[in-house]
């Protein structure tokens, strides 16, 4: 349902998506030569006390680096657009077909369903399309460039790389499978919430002449609390996350420079190429992590496409007739 929804509706802003992967490409082929850069200054240039060679090569970085900064932000400007306009026409096409529902459809679906799935829902889809083209794009594009930079540095010391992906990859999909149910509960909590409230401000003379404020409370409590019990536990599993991924990062950190340091000592490796492997380890498992946030929300996005994609597949039980009577003889 995801898959479908976005297609029918990006696609005339595939323009926009295409510039953004262009620019993309740009900023990570940018971001990627940098720490080789900065390892041969360091090789290079402060080993070998070659002042020339240190500015000249800065000079070099700091054009790369504002290529980096331009692109990026271009990229992330035909990001937003693309992605706000995908949101627009999406509730445009989802109000005006529900305006030809009758009193069958909007009862069956909920009115406060039908605000939740206009709104919040539509929301959900329109920011994992602008998280797929700002940071979508660039992390796998980042994960195979950092991976072979990474081994133009040491082949040796790049199984390192694939331990920590590995356990990040599968920590990450322990968390996600845990989560994909909650964030279904969650808009099913949202449409409950919104539907206590409408009733509540709609029926307010009903309410106070029958002196029914006390249960009103009550039910809109219960909806509240529901709604917060399932928002702490989705909270408690993506404050899990970060942690988790700082832990393999530093571990990793630590089994390379240990790693790198006896390669330095025995000659095999130098001090620059050590630090550019860092940087490449750190980039890499950053884009891990920039893809998980993206595997965060996809299930919820998903959930919110469904409920979409069901108000498409309603028809209106008013049917038009094909020789209706325009005169009253």
Not at 76 to 84: D, E, P, Q
Not at 190 to 201: H, P
Request: charged share 15%; with cysteine; glycine share 6%.
């Amino acid at each position: 349902m995801l898959i479908k929804l976005i297609n029918r509706y990006i696609r005339p802003y595939l323009g926009y998506v295409a510039g953004v992967a262009a620019l993309q490409l740009v900023a990570v082929g940018a971001s990627l030569l940098l720490p080789t850069m900065n390892g041969q200054i360091i090789d290079q240039g402060v080993a070998r006390a070659d002042t020339d060679y240190i500015v000249h090569r800065g000079a070099q970085m700091l054009a790369v680096a504002g290529a980096q900064v331009l692109a990026q932000c271009a990229a992330v400007f035909l990001a937003a657009n693309a992605a706000m306009k995908f949101g627009r026409d999406v509730r445009s096409a989802l109000f005006n077909h529900a305006l030809e529902f009758s009193a069958r459809e909007i009862n069956d679906l909920g009115t406060a369903s039908l605000i939740t799935r206009n709104t919040n829902d539509v929301l959900q889809v329109q920011t994992l399309v602008f998280m797929t083209c700002s940071l979508m794009i660039s992390a796998p594009l980042t994960m195979a460039g950092g991976v072979f930079m990474a081994l133009r540095q040491d082949v040796v010391l790049s199984w390192t790389i694939l331990i920590a992906v590995a356990a990040l990859a599968i920590s990450v999909s322990v968390i996600v499978l845990r989560m994909t149910p909650l964030f279904q509960r969650q808009q099913f909590a949202v449409d409950e919430i919104n539907r206590v409230t409408r009733e509540q401000i709609t029926g307010i003379r009903v309410v106070r002449a029958f002196t029914q404020e006390e249960q009103e409370q009550a039910r809109f409590t219960h909806a509240n609390d529901r709604l917060m019990k399932l928002g702490l536990s989705i909270g408690a599993l993506f404050s899990l996350l970060f942690p988790l991924v700082m832990l393999i990062l530093d571990v990793s950190q630590v089994g390379v420079m240990w790693l790198g340091g006896s390669r330095i000592d025995e000659g095999e490796m130098e001090v620059g190429k050590l630090i550019a492997f860092l940087t490449y380890l750190m980039q890499i498992l950053m884009s891990v992590m920039m893809a998980t946030m993206m595997v965060l929300m996809a299930p919820r996005a998903a959930v919110c496409a469904k409920r979409i994609m069901e108000v498409f597949k309603t028809d209106s039980s008013v049917t038009w007739r094909t020789d209706p009577v325009t005169s009253n003889s």
